[in-house]
């Protein structure tokens, strides 16, 4: 019976050390990138906020701006939002011009 509750209390141990290393694992990393952003080694995605590497490979050329995303999805979602405001803006300068030439 003894050597049963010292094998289940050395169980306990080993699980709570593990799982108190993977929390630590997640804190440094999540510290080192608010470290990265600082340092400007990282950039905000547009779309979601999550943290993206400067060196992404997943970007969009908007004039003189570079926007980075962490997905192609985020991506994506930007890219129609652009298109969209842009149709919306050229519908609306066309409806402008519209009634300025029945005045």
């Known amino acids: 019976m003894l050597k049963f509750v010292i094998i289940i209390v050395a ?6 050390m593990f799982t108190n290393d993977q929390k630590k694992k997640k804190q440094v990393k999540e510290k080192e990138q608010v470290k990265k952003a600082a340092r400007g080694e990282m950039v905000q995605d547009p779309m979601c906020g999550a943290y993206v590497s400067v060196d992404s490979d997943i970007r969009v050329k908007e004039g003189d701006t570079v926007h980075r995303f962490c997905s192609f999805e985020c991506r994506d979602n930007y890219v129609k939002r652009l298109t969209e405001g842009s149709s919306s803006q050229t519908e609306t300068a066309n409806a402008s011009a519209t009634q300025k030439e029945s005045a």
Not at 11 to 16: N, Q, T
Request: aromatic residues 34%; charged residues 15%; glycine residues 16%.
């Open 11 to 16: 169980g306990f141990l080993l699980y709570r």
